[in-house]
């Protein structure tokens, strides 16, 4: 699964994506973004300001332990009958949430959350219930920009439980590819364009990382 912690995703095209990462990027004449570029990638992406204006208030938890994760796009379920319904699908912490201190996040090392989730997870297990919310007739289902009401019908369909962590650099996850189209029977992919483009580059991203393995493990050989 790729799961993010906010609530919907900046863009409704990989191409409005890039273009906001693109205006982002520091002038080297500056050393700061150029406000022009933005304006421009606003009036072409206009859903990009919600994102903006979203991530401007929302408060930043204090911890992965109490992080809703969320899964801004939409797949299609069918049962054994041949009934389809689109469902997007988050993981809710048990723990309860707890804004950052901005003042403390300044100064925070950079692997803070890491050493906040290995703190907690030697006082015990940590859970997020895996809640399905299913749309309803008129809801987007291939904009990830855009994200359902509450008051869409939800199910938790069963409970993560977390015991221990392990470093990415070294861990299992680097040699797994996250590809959010390989699915089991009975799910599907939608049209949902960020969607397709996330399966694209995460190959890409697994391929780039594999080469790299591959060239470190080659040069200790030719080191010894």
Known sequence: MAMNSFPFFA???PQGFQAMNAARAPDPA??????????????????IAHF???????????SLANTRFNGVNAFRLTNAQGETRAVRWSMRPHAPFVAADPAQLQGAPNDFLAADLDRRLAAGPLRWDMVMQFAAP?????????????????????TLTLVRAEPQ???A????NFDPLILPQGISGTDDPVLHARSSVYSVSFNRR????SQGAAQQGSAR
Request: charged share 35%.
């Open 52 to 62: 903006m204006a979203w991530s401007k208030s929302a408060p930043t938890p204090d």
């Open 210 to 213: 594999e080469r790299e393995v």
């Open 138 to 158: 008129g809801d987007p289902i291939e904009d990830p920009s855009k994200a359902w009401p509450d008051s869409r019908p939800e199910t938790v369909a069963g």
């Open 169 to 171: 650099a070294d861990g």
């Open 11 to 13: 863009s409704s095209t």
């Open 173 to 176: 996850c680097r040699d797994l």
């Open 30 to 47: 500056t050393g700061k973004p150029d406000p022009e570029k933005m304006k421009a990638v606003l009036a072409r992406y206009p859903e």
